[in-house]
């Protein structure tokens, strides 16, 4: 395994910072890392291609409507009594001293929570987890999990979060989503596809690249820290997940919409 990532280090290193695409590649680089360290498996890498794709319709920023729910999900998560942030591959390969830092800003534990158990994944997300500075991670010993009624997947096998009030489930699959939401609980999503099960069944859907979500969601724990109980729930108050959805879903509009006329002026027609 040192010797995997030490040839991937080498391979980052190559690529040039004046690559228009430099930071996408760069995260690319540590997905397929994460593959080969068994951190990621090999539907993740297809899965990321796709969030790729759809980041480009949303102009690879954090738009308003993203702010606004990544302001509500953090003062959910500060209201929560028992939080829990759900890590799958993608997330600890792409962000994982951003996931361990949020954990302890609002003392949410990570729980591992997987689609595909290969033999060695768990071990692997928890070393590269525990290296960032990871403490008391979940779902690592399936004698201490139960399952959720109703599911199939591996994603049915669950810890901490059986007994939580507000999950953090980033780049999840919805049919976990739909479930935790028939068990009452609060979910919070991060997902760049607005249409999916996961964003639609969601509290608070954050329709964004983790890769920005994540430090912005810590930028704002550090201010909405000194706000009061009932400020909290005021800003909770005056979210509205599905109004924000489909304002996310105009503005990916507009945005093709300009593309598509810069793309026939600089074509001439």
Do not use: W
Not at 30 to 44: F, P, Q, S, Y
Not at 158 to 170: A, F, M, N, R, T
């Amino acid at each position: 395994m040192a010797f995997i990532m030490e040839k991937e280090n080498r391979q980052n290193n190559n690529l040039p910072k004046t690559h228009p695409r430099y930071e996408s590649l760069l995260y690319r680089h540590k997905i397929i890392e994460g593959m080969k360290n068994l951190v990621v498996a090999e539907a993740g890498l297809i899965a990321h291609g796709r969030g790729e794709c759809l980041d480009y319709i949303l102009g690879e920023k954090t738009n308003i409507t993203a702010e606004k729910a990544i302001k509500a999900a953090v003062a959910m998560l500060l209201l929560a009594k028992k939080p829990v942030i759900s890590v799958n591959g993608n997330v600890a390969a792409l962000v994982p001293n951003e996931i361990v830092k949020l954990s302890k800003m609002i003392n949410a534990p990570l729980e591992i929570n997987l689609f595909y158990k290969k033999k060695g994944r768990v071990e692997a997300i928890k070393k590269l987890l525990e290296n960032a500075g990871a403490h008391g991670i979940r779902g690592i010993y399936e004698d201490k999990m139960v399952e959720i009624e109703g599911l199939d997947s591996n994603r049915r096998l669950v810890e901490s979060i059986c007994y939580s009030d507000v999950i953090l489930v980033p780049l999840e699959d919805g049919d976990r989503t739909e479930a935790l939401k028939k068990l009452n609980k609060q979910v919070i999503a991060v997902d760049l596809n607005p249409l999916s099960r996961t964003s639609l069944c969601a509290d608070i859907t954050i329709v964004d690249n983790i890769v920005r979500t994540l430090p912005e969601m810590i930028k704002i724990v550090g201010e909405l820290k000194k706000f009061s109980e009932n400020e909290l729930k005021k800003i909770i108050e005056n979210f509205d997940n599905k109004k924000n959805i489909k304002n996310t879903l105009d503005l990916i509009i507009n945005y093709i919409e300009k593309q598509k006329e810069d793309a026939f002026e600089i074509l001439g027609t």
